[in-house]
């Protein structure tokens, strides 16, 4: 039979798991918008020094 408490740490174990993995997709979407932005500012600054 499980006791309550196994039940309590399996659940938490699970929700641990699944914030960690959006943390993960969450630090992925952040470099690459890191990549957009700063090949956005040397666009910007290399149109700036056409002009």
Do not use: H
């Not at 929700?15 to 910007?44: A, D, F, M, P």
């Amino acid at each position: 039979m499980i006791k309550k408490d196994e039940v309590v740490e399996s659940k938490e174990g699970k929700e641990l798991q699944k914030s960690t993995r959006e943390l993960g997709e969450l630090r992925k979407r952040k470099t690459e918008v890191e990549k957009k932005l700063e090949s956005l500012n040397y666009s910007v600054k290399t149109k700036a020094k056409k002009k």
